[in-house]
Structures are given as C-alpha cells and as structure tokens.
C-alpha cells in the first residue's frame, strides 16, 4: 500500500463530481487526483494512466462529450438515442480497461463490465433477481420483449398488471421513464418526456417537468417511440409496487454502499411516481422511514443493499435506489446506479460520499478477484448512522 | 398533492390488520383497524373474516377498508357486503371509511365504489361514514339517525351521490365534506348542490364542505343565495378553483357574517380580491393565487 495514494479519475473537467473528490483526497492527505478527461477517451486521444487505482466517474452533464456519445441524436434534451450512446459507452469503458491493462500499477475501482450492467435494466434486473435481491415483477425479458404499445399492452394483459413502470434499457435519471395506469379503456402516462410531434414525426425530449398523457394515442405514440429507439430487445417494464407513502408523498431510499457497506442514504419524497431528486422533488426524512417501516424492516433492506452491490463486486461504489412498499413490510431495488453518490452534504461518519471512497481506498479495498491486502474491518456494520 | 392514508380515524390511531400469522400491535378497543392487502396470499375479504375471528369485535369503533387491490378494476362492492354482513358482530362500531387508499396504490379516480346505501342501513349507530373514490352513491330517501360526520372524497363525484344526501334524513348529521374531482361527470354533482342547499333533512348541519372542485365559482354562486347556508357555521371552499367571479357572488349575496370560519385556501384570485375577501369574510390571512407553470387554466389540489 503506497503511502500517498494517486487516483486517477476518468470524468469530466470541472464537474462537481470531480471537484468533490478532489477535495477529499486532498482532505485525506493524498495527492490532487488527476484526471483524465471522458472527451479525450471518446476522442481517441492517447492515454496512460499512473499506478494505484482508476476511478471512473459519470460522463454526464457536459455537452461536448453528450455530443461524442451521441450519434445522430446528440441534442441533450432529445430522449431517444439511448442506444446509441450506450454502445460509445459501453465501447469507450473497453477502451478504458485497455489502457488500464496496458499501464504497468494502475487497477480499475470501477469495473467496465459491471458499470455496463448498471446500465442496462434488461441485464441488471434478472442479475439481481438471481442474487435473491426483492426486485419488482419484470414483464418483459428476451422471450418478450416489449418495442411497442402494442406489446406492452399485450404483455400488461397476460402478466395482469394494470399498472407498470416503462423503462428505457439504458436510461438514467428518470429518462424516458413512464408510469402507465390503466383501468378499463382508461389509461395515464405520468413521465417527464415531453411528445412533440413535427415534420420529422414524432420527437421525445426530457424535461423538468412531470407531465400527465391521458389521451391513448398520445400515450401509444410516446411508447412506441421509446419502444423503436430501444432497439430489438425492447423496453424494460415492470410492475408499478406501490411505495411508501408519507404525508402524501411516496417516498423511497437511495442507498450509497462503498467497499460492501451501507453508507450513506437519502430518502426522496414525491408527489408524483418517479422520485428523481431533478425533478422538483424534495429529500425526504431519512428518519421518518426508519420510524415507519421499524428497525427490522429497516435492516433487512440494507442488508438487501448490500447484497445489490454485491453482484457488482469489481465496483467500489454504487448507489441502490431502494423501495419499501405501500404496507411498509416489503421492500425491492428499483436500479442500481453506476455513479449514484452524487449525494452533496450527506455525511457518514463525518465522510461524505467521495470521502467515504477515499477511505476505503487508503484503507486497502481492492475489487473482488484481485490479490492485495484486504478491506479494514473497523466499522462493518450492516446499516448506517 | 395526491390522497394520504390516515394516521388517525374515529379518535383513535390506525393500524393495519397483520398478516396471517403476524403479531397484533395491541388489542381491539385501542386501533381504528385497517383492512389491506398488497399482492398477498390472503384476499381482503379473507383478512377481513381472520379479522373478525381474531380480535374482540365488540371492542372495534372504528374501521378502514383500506387497499382490496383496487387497481386490478374491482370496485369496493365486495368488500362492502362483507362489512354489511358483519354487522351483528362489529356491535360498537361508530367510524367506518372506504378506500383509505393513497396514490401509489391506486389512482383516486381509479377507486371505484358503488351503491353504499347498505353500510348505513347496517350500521344505525354509525356516527362518521367516510369513501374514497368515484361512482359511490346511496339511495335516495336514506335515514340515519345517528351519523354526525359524512365525508367523500372523490374525483368525479356523481350527482347521485349529493342527490342521495339531500334527499335523505339525517337529523344528527352535522358535518358533510364533498370533494368533486375534475371529471366530467362532477359537473353534474355541481348542480346538485342547489337541491342539498334546499334539503330538509339535514337540521343539525353546521360543516359543509365543498372542496377540490373545477367548478367552485359555480358553488359559491349556490352558497350565495341558497338557504341551508344561514344554518352553517364553517364553509371549506378549498383545494379548488376559486376565482373572482365565486368570490363577488359571495361577497354580494346573502349575509355571511354568522360564519365562523371559510376556508378559501388554494384559489385563484387577484390581489385586489384578496384584500375585499379578507376584510369582508372569515377567511384568516389568504396566501396568494396558484399558479401553474405552463398557464393553464385554473386547476384542483388534488388531481392525480
């Protein structure tokens, strides 16, 4: 274990994200990380990284590297294009891992083919079913795939499910994300996509406000234009598990687990199905669910946590969107997010979230697989605070 | 905002009846008891029988149909008949509300009820009946000696449903809270509210509210002139669309200065208005109009 550690992180330059870790490894004595920009990996640009280890972090929120994942959407506030991005993704995440094999000392705390999973819910969801972690009830997977309302419809029919939850494959941040409610010929879409229609047909763009579409034209024009841009293997949709709900807001958890623990959580509070901090919606009362749900439901779900992260064992870090149920005794994991520890102010142990990283780093964490020195044991605890 | 669960009911704290199996949080005479399920192995008239099999009827005063999984499209029709049912067992039972059920269970529209004129006969020494959702109606000519509180909160009120209560008999009622959604077919539970206005069989009522309503201009024109508003003590006008044109016919109409308190809160009136509402009516201190991001026309608090 060097005594300084230097991490590389692969980000964009000047984003919070960056400035944020930055400030806790300087804080924990380490050496300004350096930082290798997304926009020269998309572009090609020559890379070497030092040894210790390569943290990667979120391509978001900077137009000029949307603009080099983007194919022939690369408007920011288009929708569609999700695929597209995701295979430059998921292409310049190899080209990472190559660059890292190719540097004598340097190592990954964020794995490639993990991230790729986070971000794709066709391949996440059955994963995590697989490790016994309480997911909601898929209805689509790759006997049936869901590209149209057609089958969507079809699909809600044959799985009784009157109420779901449509998902681009390869979304984030609630992008594209549609909440059906059917009931008899009735039906209501509750998403923040805004349907335009234009010369060029119909365009889907993401916007910050929740918008409800009752008209079932408007709402089959929506899916089946989500459904085209998903490619063959459809949209990802599952039924609608009625969440938490508290002084009128359905409420839900994000949950950050670093190197196996449960660190930091947030509660999100909503009026409207999709939670998503972005959109309007405030943090909730972290200690209000607690009280709500009690001490053994409380427990339950983050070790349910805890063994989401676990089926992503190369990855240091990932935030688990974390539902409890209307009734207060279930509980399922909505997505588990690559880079969800966007989580400002939230402390643990007086570390927030990137601190939290460069702790368990400096304490040896190495991915599972890997020989080096083992994590520290001084706080495994199964829940936070 | 969307429809909350209850904390409280009838005075006294909700719990859920547990599943098979599971512990009671305490005994009989200390819960408004909930009956729900979600995705479970029992049905809700399942839990319900377990329910009565398992704890002291005589002793539950209050009960909540909460979650019959509502969203699969069965009304609350099943659910009623085993409460009417159950009558000779539940001896004691003053507060009874149907379809305690908030938005992520159920939207409030998509709750649907319908003929609930047996829970009353049923139940003579019911004292507060309350229902959420739409389609829920009673008889016409109903009397019930005992009730004092009548609440529904729907989206899509049907006229029948205010036809029902101003045609009735109910000499103890004196509290009654109408929500009208923003559905079509509560336009027509609008215009009914004239014949509850003129009902003789509702002396004891001191409470009415009307509230979350695309039309509230046209009940406060009711309320203007209409004669069971001498007899109120509090009106609740909130949670819908009040404009200018609701608040001068309030202003200008029969006297209002018996009131003790209306409630106006999410309205949609100018400024000037506020200040004649507030120094004429007892409205307390009005916050400002509501106002929707993209500029469309006025709109109700809840409205899922």
Redesign the interface.
């Known amino acids: 274990m060097p005594e300084r550690l230097l991490v590389t992180v692969v980000g964009n330059p000047g984003h919070r994200r960056i400035t944020g870790f930055a400030a806790a490894a300087a804080a924990a004595g380490l050496p300004a990380p350096r930082l290798v920009a997304w926009r020269d990996v998309l572009s090609g640009a020559p890379l070497a990284f030092p040894p210790g280890p390569v943290r990667i972090d979120s391509p978001g929120e900077d137009p000029a590297v949307h603009a080099l994942l983007g194919g022939t959407h690369a408007d920011p506030h288009r929708v569609e294009g999700g695929s597209t991005r995701h295979a430059a993704f998921v292409a310049a995440l190899g080209r990472i891992e190559a660059v890292a094999a190719a540097s004598p000392g340097a190592w990954l705390a964020n794995d490639p083919a993990d991230i790729a999973v986070m971000f794709d819910k066709r391949r996440a969801h059955p994963l995590l079913e697989s490790h016994d972690v309480p997911v909601p009830r898929a209805l689509s997977g790759p006997a049936a795939p869901v590209r149209s309302y057609a089958e969507l419809r079809q699909r809600m029919a044959d799985a009784?499910a009157?109420?779901v939850f449509v998902k681009p494959p390869h979304g984030s941040s609630a992008s594209g994300v549609v909440a059906l409610?059917t009931?008899?010929t009735?039906v209501?879409a509750t998403t923040s996509v805004e349907l335009t229609r234009g010369a060029d047909g119909v365009a889907l763009f993401n916007s910050l406000?929740i918008r409800k579409y009752r008209d079932e034209t408007e709402v089959a024009a929506l899916v089946d234009a989500l459904g085209a841009d998903a490619g063959p293997g459809g949209l990802h949709v599952e039924a609608?598990l009625?969440?938490?709900?508290l002084?009128?807001?359905?409420t839900d958890l994000r949950v950050l687990v670093v190197a196996g623990r449960a660190t930091h959580v947030v509660a999100r509070s909503s009026?409207s199905?999709m939670t998503n901090l972005h959109l309007g919606n405030a943090r909730g009362d972290v200690p209000a669910v607690r009280a709500a749900v009690g001490e053994d439901a409380w427990a339950r779900a983050m070790a349910t946590c805890v063994r989401a992260a676990g089926c992503f064992p190369r990855t240091l870090h990932v935030g688990v969107d974390l539902l409890f149920?209307?009734?207060r005794?279930?509980h399922a994991v909505g997505e588990v997010n690559a880079f969800g520890d966007l989580l400002p102010g939230v402390l643990h142990r007086g570390r927030d979230t990137w601190g939290e990283q460069v702790h368990a780093l400096v304490g040896g964490w190495r991915p599972y697989g890997s020989t080096g020195p083992a994590a520290r044991d001084e706080d495994r605890v199964p829940c936070p605070t | 905002m969307t429809a909350n669960h209850f904390q409280a009911f009838g005075g006294l704290p909700v719990e859920d009846v547990p599943g098979a199996g599971e512990p009671w949080p305490g005994t009989a005479e200390l819960y408004a008891w909930r009956v729900r399920v979600l995705h479970d192995d029992e049905t809700w008239s399942e839990r319900f029988a377990r329910f009565l099999d398992e704890v002291d009827g005589g002793a539950v005063r209050a009960l909540l149909v909460g979650d019959w999984n509502a969203e699969y499209g069965d009304d609350s029709r099943e659910a009623v008949a085993a409460i009417a049912a159950a009558a000779d067992r539940l001896p004691n039972l003053a507060a009874l509300f149907v379809g305690d059920i908030a938005y992520e269970e159920c939207e409030l529209s998509m709750i649907e009820h319908d003929d609930l004129t047996a829970l009353p006969t049923a139940y003579p020494r019911l004292e507060e009946l309350g229902v959420r959702g739409s389609w829920a109606w009673f008889a016409p000519y109903l009397r019930h000696t005992g009730l004092r509180t009548l609440t529904v909160e729907g989206c899509g009120l049907l006229d029948e449903m205010v036809r029902g209560i101003a045609a009735g008999d109910f000499p103890a009622l004196t509290r009654v809270e109408l929500w009208f959604g923003d559905h079509e077919h509560a336009v027509d539970a609008v215009t009914e509210v004239t014949e509850l206005l003129r009902s003789h069989g509702l002396p004891a009522l001191t409470h009415l509210g009307l509230r979350n309503c695309d039309r509230t201009d046209a009940l406060a024109a009711a309320l203007a002139v209409e004669p069971l508003t001498a007899q109120l003590r509090t009106i609740d006008l909130s949670m819908g669309t009040l404009s200018d044109a609701g608040a001068e016919a309030l202003l200008s109409g029969q006297p209002l200065g018996h009131l003790e308190s209306l409630d106006l809160t999410h309205h949609f009136l100018s400024t000037t208005m506020i200040k004649r509402v507030e120094a004429a009516l007892p409205v307390g201190k009005l916050a400002k109009a509501e106002v929707d991001p993209k500029f469309e026309a006025r709109f109700i608090e809840v409205r899922e």
């Open positions: 009784r009157p109420r409610e009931h008899g009735r209501q406000r609608w009625p969440k938490l709900t002084d009128g807001h359905a009026r199905p149920a209307v009734d005794r279930r």
